[in-house]
């Protein structure tokens, strides 16, 4: 049975970090890539960033771009999402993902239909 588990996120003041992390177990992890999305109240889910299955690639929303870091460590089965200079509206919901497989080691998806299996979340809020 797959599973990913979110966890690090919570309450934090507009300029502060946080570090999310998502355990992945039950499938290849390194056959897949991954990816951060968001869902902010009465909003729609959206991506945040994504990361090739190697790492080789990253790609990220413009909203964040700058802000966010993803990475990954397969030998861990852990994907990361550092966030910095947090703003009131990234507040959201965040969800980790899982695309794959993927047989070519620099490509991901944006798109969220992509993404075969998903956390349950981890609540992001940003007071200003």
């Known amino acids: 049975q797959v599973q990913l588990a979110e966890s690090g996120g919570g309450l934090v003041q507009a300029g502060g970090a946080l570090r999310l992390s998502c355990l992945a177990s039950?499938?290849?992890?390194?056959?897949?890539?991954m990816g951060w999305f968001r869902q902010a109240p009465g909003k729609e889910r959206e991506f945040v960033a994504a990361?090739?299955?190697?790492?080789?690639?990253?790609k990220y929303a413009d909203s964040v771009k700058g802000r966010f870091t993803i990475s990954r460590e397969n030998a861990k089965n852990t994907v990361t999402l550092q966030m910095n200079s947090l703003k009131p509206e990234d507040t959201a919901v965040y969800f980790c993902?899982?695309?794959?497989?993927?047989?070519?080691?620099?490509?991901?998806?944006?798109?969220?239909?992509?993404?075969?299996?998903w956390g349950q979340g981890t609540q992001v809020t940003v007071s200003s």
């Open positions: 990361i090739s299955r190697n790492a080789y690639t990253e």
């Open positions: 039950g499938l290849p992890f390194s056959q897949y890539a």
């Open positions: 993902a899982a695309d794959g497989p993927r047989y070519t080691y620099t490509s991901y998806s944006l798109l969220l239909n992509d993404y075969k299996y």
